[in-house]
């Protein structure tokens, strides 16, 4: 069985500064990793995954995510924040066609 | 990119009656969908797997006879809520999965339907 834990169900940063959200994993094989972001009252978008090839992946509106087997992580990250970045933010793995997802992290800008 | 939608997107109605929540993929075809229950400030909670032409699976202490699901078509998942009750107020999601496409494990989203029940 996998499952996700995601440190931090809060996080404020200023607007320009870095923003780091935390994911860990443990999955008893190599899974699929997902972050997902949900803007209030809509479904969940996705930022970016990582299935095979490159740990460091890009994803949409400047965000991206490491993945680290020895860590058995996958942090979410973006060199400068914007207002435009308040949501919540979900890690996801995959295994056997289900999405398990974290608790999330609300993710605040500060102006 | 591949597109998911939800109908309706908030619905209110009153304590005995059923209401239905239908999920289309647009673009693509689903053989699979899946069904989510969000609670305010927490996590989605799977509560079935919807498969096209087959009974969905539901989830442990997932109610089968209160969250009837169908799933007639490659692009159509239905959720009905039957005498839904308040506790039965949630924000409820769909996500489909791209038959065409390699198996990933990536979900594509509705934009969620917000249930309140008087």
């Known amino acids: 069985a996998q499952s996700v834990t995601q440190l931090g169900s809060h996080v404020s940063v200023s607007e320009g500064a870095l923003v780091l959200l935390r994911c860990n994993y443990s999955?008893?094989?190599?899974?699929?990793l997902f972050w997902y972001v949900q803007y209030p009252n809509q479904g969940l978008q996705l930022l970016l995954k990582?299935?095979?090839?490159?740990?460091l992946v890009k994803g949409i509106n400047g965000f991206e995510a490491e993945f680290k087997k020895s860590e058995t992580s996958f942090h979410l990250t973006k060199p400068s924040a914007h207002m435009s970045d308040a949501a919540e933010y979900f890690c996801?793995?995959?295994?056997?066609?289900?999405?398990?997802f974290g608790t999330g992290t609300r993710l605040t800008i500060i102006p | 990119g591949a597109v998911v939608s939800q109908h309706p997107s908030r619905v209110i109605c009153k304590s005995g009656t059923s209401v239905k929540i239908e999920c289309r993929s647009l673009?693509?075809?689903?053989?699979?969908m899946f069904w989510y229950r969000q609670f305010p400030k927490q996590s989605l909670m799977l509560m079935a797997t919807?498969?096209?032409?087959?009974?969905?699976?539901?989830e442990q202490g997932v109610e089968k006879d209160k969250f009837l699901i169908n799933h007639a078509s490659l692009t159509l998942s239905t959720l009905t809520v039957t005498s839904a009750h308040p506790e039965d107020s949630s924000f409820y999601i769909c996500?489909?999965?791209?038959?065409?496409?390699?198996?990933?494990?990536?979900?594509?989203f509705g934009e969620g339907s917000r249930l309140t029940v008087l």
């Open positions: 996500s489909a999965r791209d038959a065409a496409a390699s198996n990933t494990g990536e979900l594509f």
């Open positions: 999955s008893s094989v190599p899974p699929y």
């Open positions: 990582y299935t095979t090839g490159a740990t």
């Open positions: 996801a793995v995959s295994l056997n066609e289900k999405l398990t």
């Open positions: 673009d693509f075809q689903a053989t699979t």
């Open positions: 919807s498969n096209e032409g087959s009974k969905a699976t539901y």
